[in-house]
Nanobody, 124 residues
Framework: QVQLVESGGGSVQAGGSLRLSCAASGIGYNSYCMGWFRQAPGKEREGVAVIYTVSGLTYYADSVKGRFTISQDNAKNTLYLQMNSLKPEDTAMYYC?????????????????WGQGTQVTVSS
């Protein structure tokens, strides 16, 4: 059974940085698509950044390109999201998700495993 546990959220001023972590268990050396999604109050959950764990191929939402970087540490089975130049509109609950494969990596539908989320708040 795959389990995902996020950490690293918090409050930061605009222009600041945060790094989110997602500790994964049950994935091992299998190929997965792992990603970060976020949901702000009153809005739908949206894909932020995704990585295919074996190929290293990444995808980013246009709104975070150049500011966010997704990465993985296979030895630690941990997924990261480095968030720089944060804006108030980045405020949301951030979720880690995983699925063996999806043809639409930035779409939440189809992701099988989800973490509990970590809150990111960016003040102006």
């Amino acid at each position: 059974q795959v389990q995902l546990v996020e950490s690293g959220g918090g409050s930061v001023q605009a222009g600041g940085s945060l790094r989110l972590s997602c500790a994964a268990s049950g994935i091992g050396y299998n190929s997965y698509c792992m990603g970060w999604f976020r949901q702000a109050p009153g809005k739908e959950r949206e894909g932020v950044a995704v990585i295919y764990t074996v190929s290293g191929l990444t995808y980013y939402a246009d709104s975070v390109k150049g500011r966010f970087t997704i990465s993985q540490d296979n030895a630690k089975n941990t997924l990261y999201l480095q968030m720089n130049s944060l804006k108030p509109e980045d405020t949301a609950m951030y979720y880690c998700a995983a699925v063996p494969y999806t043809a639409m990596p930035l779409r939440e539908y189809g992701y099988k495993y989800w973490g509990q989320g970590t809150q990111v708040t960016v003040s102006s």
